[in-house]
C-alpha cells in the first residue's frame, strides 16, 4: 500500500516498477526521481528516509488544514523542462512557510542533505530570501547541483513563490548559511 501511495503520488499513471526498471528494491523504485540517472542511487538507509519523509510530505498535501488557503505548488516535470501547477490547501497562517516545506520535503536529489532552512521576506522590497542550511554530513553540497536539480529544488520554490498574487513577492533570493549562493 505504501508504494502504490508513493507511485501515485509522483504524479505518474505507471507503477512503481515503471518508473525504475533497474531498481533493485521496492523502495528505490518507489522514489525514483529523474535525477537518479546523474547521481548515485541512494543507500538503503538513505532511501527509507527519503520514502518516509516523501510519504509525510504527500500526506500533508491531503490534509484539509482548519483555516486554508489555496496556494499552486509549481514543481518541475520529469524531463526537467517546465514546471507543472498542483493546487493545494494550506493553512493561512504560514502558508508561506508551509509551502515552503513541501516543495522542499518532496526533493530527490541523492547525497543531498538539507539540516534546515530559513525563510524571510522584506516587505519594502517584496523580496524573498530562503537561507538554505545543508547539513555537515551531507556528501554534496549545493554548487554541486546540476543544472535540473537546480531548477528541480530553486526553480520550483522561485516558480511557486514568484506565482501566488496574495504574497505580493517580486524577487526570490537564495542563501547557503547566510551567503550568497552562486551556481
Known sequence: MVLGLLGGCA????????????????????????????????????ALVYASRHLQAKARRLAVPADPVAVDLYTLDDRCETYRREPILVPRPQSMETTVDLILAEQAIPELTLSGYRISFNPETKTVTIDLRVARTSRRVLTSLSVCEQKALLGSLRETLLNQ???????????????????
Open 165 to 183: 498574487p496574495d504574497w505580493q513577492i517580486e524577487a526570490v533570493v537564495f542563501t547557503n548559511r547566510g551567503n550568497p549562493l552562486v551556481l
Open 11 to 46: 504524479g505518474a499513471t505507471e507503477d512503481a516498477t515503471a518508473i525504475a526498471p533497474n531498481a533493485d528494491s521496492p523502495v528505490e523504485a518507489a522514489i525514483a526521481t529523474p535525477f537518479q540517472s546523474i547521481a548515485a542511487v541512494p543507500s538503503s538507509a538513505d
